[in-house]
């Protein structure tokens, strides 16, 4: 009753308007007219007592509300006095327009984002204004706010894991209402919308942090719960008020925990019953605030989280019917019956669980079951749900189905054959043919087509009114399968590719490839294999599927033969034509269509002919390469060296001599290694001894008459490369001595 008339006069001088004229307000005060010290003795209070207002001024100014809620906050009459006189004077200054509240927030959809989960403040209007009053709540919250936080999990920053950010169990997100550091300003939270019958047990969480400032009741961080109508109107019962431990408060809330100067209660479960305002407008409001602004410091704020449900009993986790309607209970399994959490008690009355008081009750047996749901508050009535139950056999769920493997279609026929085990007649069969958690069928025994194969969990429900079963099965749709491949003709020795272009591409676990030359058989979507032999090969490939369905593809694969390469080549001197021959040859019918000669092994051809010739340009050893390939593309090659041998060097440098003196010849003549001279062979010319000559140097040698001698040498390497040269020599005559005595 304290709580609810402290609300009622909070929502009469904050949000009744008028259109009365307006009246003097200079009235001349009453002989109560005193000035007064603050209660916890420091700083004067100045305030006058009531004024003697004129009547039509205080028209929907509820005085006897007000003066219940002074004599509860305070013993002294002038204590009581004065805040009855602050409660007339905000009446009349909202009233007539010296101070103004904000705009009234658009009403939601039904509970939006209660919750806060979708990490914003949608749904919910955030507003802040200066502390005049803790107890009243004067003048909050005409501006917006950032004050409003959304918060994730994690610990307070000023009590830590005492009071986490985030409930247990309450998802992902919260709302932090007001300043963590400062005091001197109020913050409201609030949401209107319309009750409904999915939204009438509105659940609320809340966890407090106040600094205690050792102020005054009225001057101390403060936490206030309401919840009124669109029209104002305060809901009884849904009120709640606290203010940090102070001099001479008396609603502080016993249950906080002291640390230090803070004063906190973790997070608290409460529900509120708006069944009674099912399609009228209601609003909730959290309205917080550090001390008064002329203190300033100390800072009070909140934690909040809420959501909505039914007004009703839930029996094993579905929501049930209240009242007179009888519910079929399930023999097979133990009962769970529960009431809407965040009651502050429960008091059940049924058989076998008279007495209880938990949120929920476990039983097996018929009978009528209520629960009484506490609400804060002496004065509160305390709402009370009821349900009649019978025992019935559970059923037992069981279908069969039929698939037919590679098909081309999709059509599965299912046929239920559940038992009613004992109990009633079934009446709902829900299917769902693909695992997705969707009731897609509601006939007894349908026929499902599947839009693609694959493998499918089906699950069915059924129900007899009150007790259902499910079982789930897997099913298979395997498709029909159609293997084949392509491939181009190969050649005997390359690799021969092979694609696999079987349809449809999915669901093939199985690859199977006999290439018809007695090789092994080979796995996997595209291959290749290297032929030994040429002709004809017959090759099957065969796909299997996850279903079991198999095809096999049969294809004759040409593999044409390759040249059989067979060159020669002639080692020749220097300055020679190096002739090659070529009896390559390839299988009938095949031809050899083209040569392709490279006579230095340097990468680039250098004749096209089947027989061509090459003279070098330097001795040396060649590597010759000729690739052949044939009309149908197959080629090959092979390599021979030929030698290109060095011719010798000849050069002697002969000395002039005179008749019968021996003539140096000076044989310098060679050949590369590793060739050597083989022969040598001289001719001396007319008048020599010897006349001819077969070693390198020919010695005596002298000619018998004067005169210029031709001398000519011939050699020979051991490749039979030959070269000449002829030098001459001057043979002088021979003075004649001849003298007279």
Known sequence: MKQLIKTTTSVLFVFVFSCLPFMNLAQTPTDNHHLHKSSDGGNIDAFYLPYDYDADSLIG???????????????????????????????????????????????????TNADFETGTL????????????????????????????????????????????????????????????????????????TVTAANSVFIYKYAVILQDGTHSCSEQPFFNIRFETCNNVAIP????????????????????????????????????????????????????????????????????????????????????????TTTNMCASVTNTLCAPPGFTSYSWTGPGVTGQTNQCITTSTSGTYSVTLGMAGSSCNSPVLYS???????????????TTACQSTFSVPFTDGSSVNGGPALTNWYWDFDGNGSVENTNQSPTNTYTAPGTYSVELKVSNGGCTDSITKTVIVSPNIAASFTSASGCIGTATNF????????????????????????????????????????????????????????????VNPSPVMAITGTSVCLNQSTTFGNTSS???????????????????????????????????????????????????????????????????????????YNVALNNTSSIAAPDNIQSYSWNFGAGANPATGNTANISPLVYTSAGVKNITLNLMSNNSCTATITQTVDIFPAPTANFSV
């Open 61 to 111: 100014f509820d005085e006897a509300a007000a003066w219940q809620q002074a004599e509860m906050n305070s013993p002294e009459l002038w204590a009581q006095q004065r805040l009855v006189a602050v409660l007339k004077r905000n009446f009349i200054d909202f009233k007539y327009g010296f101070k103004t509240v904000p705009t009234n927030p658009t009403v939601q959809a039904p509970c």
């Open 122 to 193: 949608t749904g919910w209007t955030a507003t802040q204004g200066p502390n005049n009053n803790s107890l009243t709540m004067a003048g909050c919250c005409p501006n917006p706010t950032s004050q409003a936080v959304i918060v994730g999990p994690g610990n307070d920053p000023n009590v830590g894991a005492a009071v986490p950010m985030v409930p247990p169990g309450g998802g992902n997100f919260a709302c932090r209402l007001g300043q963590t550091t400062t005091g001197g300003m109020s913050y409201r939270l609030s949401q209107t919308f």
């Open 237 to 324: 019962c849904g009120q709640y008020q606290v203010s940090a431990y102070g001099s001479g408060c008396s609603s502080g809330d016993p249950s906080f925990v002291t640390s230090g100067a803070w004063r906190y209660k973790t997070w608290q479960t409460r529900s509120f019953d708006l069944s009674a305002y099912i399609g009228q407008c209601v609003t909730i409001e959290f309205t917080v605030g550090g001390c008064v602004a002329s203190q300033g410091a100390h800072p009070g704020y909140v934690y909040i989280d809420c959501s909505c449900q039914p007004m009703t009993l839930n029996l094993n986790g579905t929501d049930i019917p209240v009242g007179q």
């Open 388 to 402: 009649n139950f019978n025992i019935v056999p559970k059923p037992i769920a069981d279908f069969t189905f039929t």
């Open 499 to 558: 694609t696999a272009t079987s349809t449809p591409t999915t669901g093939i676990i199985g690859h199977t490839w006999n290439f018809g030359d007695g090789s092994p058989n080979g796995s996997g979507t595209n291959v290749s294999h290297t032929y030994t032999t040429s002709g004809t090969k017959i090759v099957s490939y065969t796909v299997t599927n996850s279903g079991g369905c198999s095809s096999t593809f049969t294809q004759a694969v040409t």
């Open 586 to 660: 390839i299988a009938a019918p095949d031809n050899i269509s083209n040569w392709a000669w490279d006579f230095n092994n340097d990468g680039v051809v250098d004749n096209t002919t089947q027989t061509p010739t090459n003279t070098y340009a330097a001795a040396g050893t060649y590597t010759v390469e000729l690739k052949a390939t044939s009309n149908n593309g197959c080629s090959d090659s092979t390599t021979i060296q030929v030698k290109v041998n060095p011719l010798p060097t000849a050069t002697f440098t002969p000395v002039n001599a005179c008749v019968n």
